[in-house]
């Protein structure tokens, strides 16, 4: 969030985008302020976050996840999380993160016994489909 809150209204130079804090405030001078009013653009801090996503250890994605995993899974589900288990399968979606909240989502079927979906008519009766 520092890294996005920083380059808001500031930039080092027209194409750097991720840097760390010491890179900030390192390099931060109040020439390089834009003068033109800030724009909070939330594809662009989800992008950002993704990227720092991608950029955790294993051990601490797994870690970080887990917390959301436990908030989110069905009650039902045996506790605590198998580690092994969420390190074998958490990099299966790893790489389309945006934020550790989407984990539960796009892993919660590996929890569960069965995977009911509503059953749809797609056509209707008598017309030969």
């Known amino acids: 969030m520092f890294n996005f809150m920083a380059i808001i209204g500031w930039s ?6 991720i840097m760390t804090r010491q890179q900030i ?3 931060f001078s ?15 801090l989800e992008w950002m976050n993704g990227v720092y996503i991608r950029a955790l250890s294993s051990e ?3 870690r970080r996840s887990m917390s959301f995993l436990e908030k ?6 045996k506790r605590p999380l198998d580690m092994d288990y969420l390190k ?24 569960v016994e069965e995977i009911g979906y509503p059953v749809k008519r797609h ?3 008598g017309n030969g489909c």
Do not use: H
């Not at 109040?30 to 662009?44: Q, S, W, Y």
């Not at 989110?72 to 589900?77: C, N, R, T």
């Open 123 to 125: 056509y209707q009766q």
């Open 25 to 27: 405030v390192d390099n």
């Open 72 to 77: 989110s899974l069905p009650a039902d589900v």
């Open 60 to 62: 601490d994605f797994v």
């Open 88 to 111: 074998s399968m958490l990099p299966l979606v790893r790489n389309v993160l945006k934020t550790l909240a989407e984990v539960p989502e796009l892993v919660g079927f590996f929890f």
């Open 12 to 17: 080092l130079d027209d194409k750097t985008e």
């Open 30 to 44: 109040l020439e390089r302020i834009g003068k033109t009013g800030a724009i909070f653009d939330r594809k662009k």
